[in-house]
């Protein structure tokens, strides 16, 4: 059967009369509850179940951010934050949603480059951990002291002197507009000045979208050595480390879910065999699109459908300004597709090789390409799994000027 094809990429379908259904509701319905389509849909329960799954598989040590930039929804951090440790924030705009959620502002981490001293004053003000990324932002946070009396709850992020091998974004090692050498802290810790502010911990994030566990567990080593080197040299107590995330999911065909098991059995091992130098300091993991992105679904409606020269077009009210990545454009080399379905029509007697596509002028806005489905017709609902992060939010809902896209938490 054709759903074998992608199912090593899906973690879960429940289907219903040959109905796909997403929190106990069909897409005709959810496009209903949402008023039109396209819409994002991003089912709590799987929320909840992807945390309690992590948590129960990773060490009791282990704290869990969820870095909120995956999908910053804000009813989706509100949810979010009622389970995990900590949210990590990336601008100041994110830095209101993540404290909106209630969760306790020490409890919340602003990393980035290029902080706005308007965010670095605010960030101080809120109390919560700034992770410096730059000799002058460090400067700019002693000015604020001075200026304002407020000391500035800070952590460094460190650009380690290793990258995570086989990583989907290279975050790290060699030089990068990400935090500041490994080399250069030596000579910072030992000219902290902890009057004017107060200095917590690391962050030493170095890559994203892994599904390999022996990468994982090579950088993870890494950055616990490198950590006990830095807090060796701290001026103070080290009350945190965060050891960055990098956990992957399955997008495309050849792709396998990540084995966590390995990763939490070593990180294990790394805390306990370093509990002496990490004796007051928490270790942080923080992750997005692992968290939310297979939680998530974009849902589009088929408006047209007509063939060219042999080959079969369905056209949707949904395409690359809701959902940039699927549509190969956000980091990708070379297109390849996500998991597709059509909603409604799970299964079909025939198949039909389709070219999925949306509404914009510009061939690049592909929703599927050569797709094997069970024949379609306008009206259907064409299905996006693995949408939960980096999808509105990182997509030009502006470019041609269609309506934007609908998200819905249920
Ligand atoms: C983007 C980002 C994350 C989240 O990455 P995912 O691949 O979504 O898990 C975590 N930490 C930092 C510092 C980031 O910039």
Redesign the pocket.
Known sequence: MFMTKIHDRLHRVTVQDNQLLIADKTAEQLVAIAGSSPVYVYARNELAERVAQLKAIMPNKLKLHY?I??NPMAAVVDHMASLVDGL?V?SGKEMLVALGSGISSEDISF??PAKSETELNAATAAGIVINVESVLELERLYDIHDNTGRKAKIAFRVNPDFELKSSG?K?AGGPKQFGIDAEQMPDILANLDTQRIDFKGF?I?SG??NLKPEALIDAHNKTFELAERLIALSPATVEHVNI?????IPYFPGEKKLDVAPVAENLKQLIVGRSAAFAKADVVM?????LVGEAGYYICQVTDKKVSRGQTYLMTDGGLHHHLSNSGNFGQIIRKNYPVLIANKITGEELEKVEIVGPLCTPLDIVGARLELPIAEVGDYVTVFQSG??GATASPQDFLGHPHVKELLI
């Open positions: 870095a930039k995956a990590d990336a990393a980035g974004m975050m962050h994030f994203s979208q960055g995330g990098g956990l992957g923080e992750l997005g699109r692992y992060a980096y």
